[in-house]
């Protein structure tokens, strides 16, 4: 099992950027993948961007490819959201997320953090 614990969520102007970081502890070598995901009031929980701990290949939503930024810091055991130009349509409770399993779909990444508050003003 790993700990995640995400921070750096806000509220920003759209056209503005924040960055969230994700901190890992516990067990952290047993994980293959890291992965962002976000969920808005009344909507379903959606996937944003994914990186692999080995290697550092990532993953994007199309909704967010070309203005977010996934990375990893290996030695602190983080992963941080880069978000540019950010949208209205970006609101929603962000959530770190790790997976054992190399086959990357949504039900694989069973350990997963709070959440962090992201809120685009107009």
């Known amino acids: 099992q790993v700990q995640l614990v995400e921070s750096g969520g806000g509220l920003v102007q759209a056209g503005g950027s924040l960055r969230l970081s994700c901190a890992a502890s516990?067990?952290?070598?047993?994980?293959?993948?890291m992965g962002w995901f976000r969920q808005a009031p009344g909507k379903e929980r959606e996937f944003v961007a994914t990186?692999?701990?080995?290697?550092?290949?990532?993953f994007y939503a199309d909704s967010v490819k070309g203005r977010f930024t996934i990375s990893r810091d290996n030695a602190k055991n983080t992963v941080y959201l880069q978000m540019n130009s950010l949208k209205p349509e970006d609101t929603a409770v962000y959530y770190c997320a790790a997976s054992k399993s190399n086959i990357l779909v949504n039900r694989n990444y069973n350990d997963w953090g709070q959440g962090t508050q992201v809120t685009v003003s107009s």
């Open positions: 990186i692999i701990w080995s290697g550092g290949s990532t």
């Open positions: 516990g067990r952290t070598f047993n994980y293959y993948a």
